[in-house]
C-alpha cells in the first residue's frame, strides 16, 4: 500500500508516518521540512495549489492522509489569507489530482475545536454540524472538510473526516495539567 500524509513536516505527520510503516511505503509531503525524514520514509515538497505538484504528490498512492489544514493556521505568522488559500485550493488541487489518478481513499484530518461553543454537557457524534468561529485554526479546517466533501461527491473517492482533539507530544503533558481532549 502506498500512502501520502500532506501536513508532513508536523510532529503529528511524523508519528503518524512511522507507525504506518508496516502497513505500506509512506510518503509525506509539505511545503518545506525542517528536520530529515525519518527512517523508511520519503519526503516530497511541492504546493498543492499548483496542479503538477499534486499530480506529482499522489502518483501511485492509493490512500491519502491530509493533515495539512491542521498546521496551516499555526505556520500562517500575519497571513491569514495565504493560510486561507492554501486550505481551499490546496484541499481542491489535491482532490482534483486525487480523483484524476484514481486514488481509493482520503482522510482527513480535522479539529473538535468546531464544537467548542456548544455546551460541554452535549454528546456531540459524527451527526453533529461544526460551528467553527472565524479564527484561522477553525476556518482553515472547516473550509477543507467542505472542499473534501464536495469533491468526493464529484468522484468515485471513499472519503472520512477525523476530528482530532488538542495533540499533544510529551513535553506538554508532562507540563500541563491534565486535558480530556488531549491526543498524544
Known amino acids: 500500500m502506498q500512502l501520502l500524509?500532506?501536513?508532513?513536516?508536523?510532529?503529528?505527520?511524523?508519528a503518524l508516518a512511522v507507525a504506518l510503516q508496516p502497513v505500506?511505503?509512506?510518503?509525506?509531503?509539505?511545503?518545506?521540512?525542517?528536520?530529515?525524514a525519518p527512517a523508511g520514509v520519503a519526503l516530497q515538497t511541492g504546493d498543492l495549489r499548483e496542479p503538477a505538484a499534486a499530480a506529482a504528490a499522489v502518483a501511485g498512492v492509493d490512500t491519502i492522509i491530509h493533515l495539512a489544514p491542521l498546521t496551516l493556521a499555526a505556520n500562517a505568522g500575519d497571513d491569514a489569507l495565504a493560510a486561507l488559500d492554501q486550505a481551499t485550493r490546496g484541499a481542491y488541487g489535491l482532490m482534483q489530482a486525487a480523483n484524476a489518478a484514481q486514488v481509493e481513499r482520503i482522510i482527513l484530518g480535522s479539529t473538535l475545536a468546531m464544537f467548542d461553543r456548544l455546551p460541554a454537557h452535549w454528546q456531540v457524534n459524527e451527526d453533529w454540524r461544526p460551528r467553527p468561529t472565524p479564527e484561522l485554526a477553525q476556518l482553515c479546517p472547516w473550509l477543507t472538510e467542505l472542499s473534501v466533501r464536495e469533491s468526493v461527491r464529484a468522484g468515485?473517492?471513499?472519503?472520512?473526516?477525523?476530528?482530532?482533539?488538542?495533540?499533544?507530544?510529551?513535553?506538554?503533558?508532562?507540563s500541563q495539567p491534565y486535558d480530556p481532549r488531549w491526543v498524544h
Open 5 to 14: 500524509i500532506t501536513g508532513g513536516d508536523s510532529r503529528f505527520a511524523r
Open 24 to 36: 505500506g511505503q509512506v510518503r509525506l509531503f509539505d511545503a518545506q521540512f525542517t528536520e530529515p
Open 156 to 174: 468515485a473517492m471513499q472519503a472520512i473526516c477525523l476530528r482530532f482533539g488538542d495533540i499533544v507530544d510529551s513535553a506538554a503533558r508532562a
